[in-house]
């Protein structure tokens, strides 16, 4: 049974910094490239960063330069760490393969408003 167990999330101000970190469980992970998604309130869900099992790095134009995405392939988990957050970061966070072939965990709420 798969599992992706999102945790970090929180309520910062605009400027701040999070670490958000996904746990994935029941997938062979190394051989999988994994992603982080997020949604906003009343928008669609959409793609923000991946990573190969190499440790090669993609991101949306929104969250480049800001964020950076890092996996520990012994740790079966992979990590986001989000810096210069704005007031449009606020929203659930999710991770998944890329493409999302998985259920969806429960995500991580991160707000970020003054």
């Known amino acids: 049974q798969v599992q992706l167990v999102e945790s970090g999330g929180g309520l910062v101000q605009p400027g701040g910094s999070l670490r958000l970190s996904c746990a994935a469980s029941g997938i062979i992970f190394s051989f999988n490239v994994m992603g982080w998604y997020r949604q906003a309130p009343g928008k669609e869900r959409e793609y923000v960063a991946r990573i190969t099992s190499g440790g090669s790095t993609h991101y949306a134009d929104s969250v480049k330069g800001r964020f950076t995405i890092s996996r520990d392939n012994a740790k079966n988990t992979v990590h986001l760490q989000m810096n210069s957050l704005k007031p449009e970061d606020t929203a659930v966070y999710y991770c998944?393969?890329?493409?999302?072939?998985?259920?969806w965990g429960q995500g991580t709420q991160v707000t970020v408003s003054s």
């Open positions: 998944n393969t890329l493409p999302a072939r998985y259920p």
